[in-house]
């Protein structure tokens, strides 16, 4: 018989939730017949699998060994020497600018060089977080960014932030802004542009309509812009993101005639390839926390606003004046 106890991270979920997150190489339908033959209790008495727990609150769980034994693969983190740009850090939260080039998480190939295997690594190695010392709570991201793009992440630090950051992006409570440059000179200098996206999963591209298709999976995007400088048949844009899409900026983007510069998947970059460009000239450079309801902890953040240094914007110097 093995005891855990609730802390503060763990609190305010579900039992089967917290014990599918615990016991990863437990199945769920061994995991259901372990509660329901109280195998699982909850402070010494039968449990439901909703049953909302507390911190504070002691799990018995007369199971095999086995689904108690850690892998060293979930620590391959520690091994890494942490690089990060922070742009703010508090208590509670951690903004980290990432390049261009560098994947948020492990991909297909369970690669270990990510953003967040580096705030892990940054993180521990501060001793702002133990996994030893936590059930099922790890640092997470509460936002991505394509590989390829560069810019703003947000990493939670608790559980409480990580649901309160959720929640305030789900109801577009978090602004961010992004620089881009694009290819072509464009007729109307600011615009907010509308359309519909539709995934394609196999292919990790998306298709852009100008009205509504007849598909199922549609949705619904909004994308603002403002030109604010021109060289060379290129133009630097700022862009507001109403809805947050998959490559909705490049795709939106593309789907008028102005491709960003460096963009393989949605534009002819052979040339900008000849000219040394690997990546799509996108960067997501501001953040405001225009929160608008109650936000717990993070109260203090409301109205508060981080931009990352220019002079890691790479494509800006595209635009510097003769």
């Known amino acids: 018989m093995r005891e855990?106890?609730?802390?503060?991270?763990?609190?305010?979920?579900?039992?089967?939730?917290?014990?599918?997150?615990?016991?990863?190489t437990m199945p769920m339908p061994l995991m259901y017949r372990y509660i329901r033959q109280k195998k699982i209790k909850v402070n010494g008495k039968r449990a439901e699998v909703n049953t909302m727990l507390s911190e504070g609150?002691?799990?018995?769980?007369?199971?095999?060994?086995?689904?108690f034994d850690e892998k060293a693969a979930e620590y391959a983190f520690m091994k890494l020497t942490p690089r990060l740009d922070i742009v703010y850090e508090d208590e509670n939260i951690l903004l980290a600018e990432k390049r261009s080039g560098m994947i948020v998480h492990s991909d297909d190939e369970q690669e270990t060089d990510t953003l967040i295997d580096h705030i892990k690594a940054y993180l521990y190695k501060n001793g702002q977080w133990d996994p030893a010392a936590e059930n099922t709570f790890?640092?997470?991201?509460?936002?991505?960014?394509?590989?390829?793009?560069?810019?703003?992440?947000?990493?939670?630090?608790?559980?409480?932030?990580?649901?309160?950051?959720?929640?305030?992006?789900?109801?577009?409570?978090?602004?961010?802004?992004?620089?881009?440059a694009a290819h072509g000179i464009f007729e109307k200098k600011s615009a907010t542009l509308r359309g519909w996206l539709v995934k394609d999963s196999r292919t990790n591209t998306v298709k852009v309509f100008e009205k509504k298709p007849n598909i199922r999976d549609a949705k619904e995007i909004i994308t603002k812009y403002k030109v604010i400088d021109e060289k060379d048949g290129l133009s630097l844009c700022e862009v507001e993101l109403v809805t947050g899409r998959t490559h909705q900026i490049r795709?939106?983007?593309?789907?008028?005639?102005?491709?960003?510069?460096?963009?393989?998947?949605?534009?002819?970059?052979?040339?900008?390839?000849?000219?040394?460009?690997?990546?799509?000239?996108?960067?997501?450079?501001?953040?405001?926390f225009s929160f608008k309801e109650n936000s717990g902890i993070l109260e203090y953040l409301t109205g508060k606003s981080f931009s990352v240094d220019k002079k890691n914007i790479w494509f800006l110097e595209e635009f510097k004046k003769h």
């Not at 390829?148 to 992006?169: C, P, Q, S, Y």
């Open 4 to 24: 855990l106890t609730i802390n503060k991270n763990d609190s305010g979920q579900r039992l089967d939730k917290f014990i599918s997150k615990k016991f990863k």
């Open 57 to 67: 609150d002691v799990i018995r769980l007369f199971i095999p060994e086995e689904f």
């Open 138 to 180: 790890a640092p997470a991201l509460c936002n991505r960014i394509d590989r390829n793009t560069g810019g703003i992440v947000i990493a939670a630090k608790n559980a409480e932030t990580l649901r309160i950051i959720n929640e305030k992006i789900k109801n577009n409570e978090i602004t961010k802004k992004y620089l881009c």
């Open 251 to 288: 795709a939106h983007f593309s789907s008028i005639g102005h491709p960003l510069l460096g963009d393989g998947k949605y534009g002819i970059n052979r040339d900008d390839k000849k000219r040394g460009y690997k990546f799509q000239a996108l960067y997501s450079y501001h953040l405001t």
